[in-house]
């Protein structure tokens, strides 16, 4: 009912900057919550950063400073700004959003595929 498509991962050197972004699609009355997580080989995923829909954010303490999480409530899209990246940012990042797909019922939680980010020289 609701679709999340990820996008922007790849190689990148330590030190370097990517840009993830997470486009929202099909059946949607409101996205609450869009959020990334990342799980990293051997590693329960965890969550990197979320913005809701009024624009508070919250990050982990590891990307604090680095990252900054943004959505655009017109375009139901979230993107992940990740600057000064390190090797052990290297994971399958992915795109999650609470969303309601109509008023009458209640939020469910979505995933996207993943995208992967690799740091390392």
């Known amino acids: 009912q609701v679709q999340l498509e990820e996008s922007g991962g790849g190689l990148v050197q330590p030190g370097g900057s990517l840009r993830l972004s997470c486009a929202a699609s099909g059946r949607i009355f409101s996205i609450y919550t869009m959020a990334w997580y990342r799980q990293a080989p051997g590693k329960q995923r965890e969550l990197v950063a979320s913005i809701t829909i009024g624009g508070s954010t919250n990050y982990a303490d590891s990307v604090k400073g680095r990252f900054t999480i943004s959505r655009d409530n017109t375009k139901n899209t979230a993107d992940l700004q990740m600057n000064s990246l390190k090797p052990e940012d290297t994971a399958v990042y992915y795109c999650?959003?609470?969303?309601?797909?109509?008023?009458?019922?209640?939020?469910?939680?979505?995933w996207g595929q993943g995208t992967q980010v690799t740091v390392s020289s």
């Open positions: 999650q959003a609470t969303a309601r797909v109509r008023l009458t019922t209640p939020t469910d939680s979505y």
